[in-house]
């Protein structure tokens, strides 16, 4: 999500406190001092987008890490570095690292930093095209994050496995993935409203792919009313669009119209002008049909 313009500023004048601080810090401080404040400034780049400079950063704290041999520290630069290779395209070399950072999480016994190097070793093979392999990852993570009792991972990670299936045609296991996901994230004392609408998307998804159009319905429901809330246009035109087919595919001729119409000023905002003659034809057959 782009940044605002004083959410911009906020950061950029966060980043040049920090370099004053790492200034001073060079004189005085260890190794594992320095490390942890570049660390810090390496983290406040990356949330400006430059990557480039957070990728610097980690490097240079790294090395510091390294001459004190602070093995937790170094697995965090690692960390870093993955992140900043994979934010490149530069999804093997971003394995290479996350691969040493995890080994490291594991000596120190960090079962969390673990955790989250082996997901994303997982993210970084999907986007290689080796679903397999990015499966395995997840699951290894997925065993790590349920003994941390970390449920906003694990329901994101079930997710994935889920979103895996699903491009399996494996509609049955993914909506196993999903349910599990969605009991989960409904169970949080405060929910937060992106991931369950994703999974209820997801879930309603999995349903009508199995032909399931009614039980698919509720979860559609849901994930349109908090899209709307969130204003996020082009997941709520998918929500509408595959509620306003389940609705269809039940011959609730109105129902399914009231989505369609809903849909096509979203369609029409995006500019997506291939999907507003398509749900233009599809009004158009409603009213030949006197519906």
Known sequence: MSLTDTERAHL?????????????MRFTASPVEIGQGLIQLAELHGLLEDHAASRQSYEEALGHFQSANNKAGQAQ????????RAQFEDHKGSIERMAQAAALYNEVKDREGEALCRACIG???????????????YQEALILF????????????????????????????ARERFLEALTLLEKAEHPEPEPLALCQLLLGEAEGLMGNHEAARPHLLQAVELYTQLHEHVFEARARWDLGLACYYQQDWPAARSQF???????????????????RNVLAHFTARGV
């Open 12 to 24: 950029q004048s966060a980043l040049q406190k920090q370099r004053d601080a790492l200034a001073a």
């Open 261 to 279: 119409e809903a849909l096509l000023p979203l369609y029409e905002e995006q500019g997506r002008a291939d999907e507003v003659a398509k749900v």
């Open 77 to 84: 630069a690692l960390y870093g570095l993955g992140v900043a």
């Open 146 to 173: 349920r003994q941390t009792r970390n449920t906003e991972r694990v329901a994101a990670l079930l997710m994935d496995i889920g979103d895996i299936r699903m491009e399996a045609a494996d509609y049955k296991r």
């Open 123 to 137: 993210e970084s093979l999907r986007a290689l095209g080796h679903t397999d392999g990015a499966e395995e990852k």
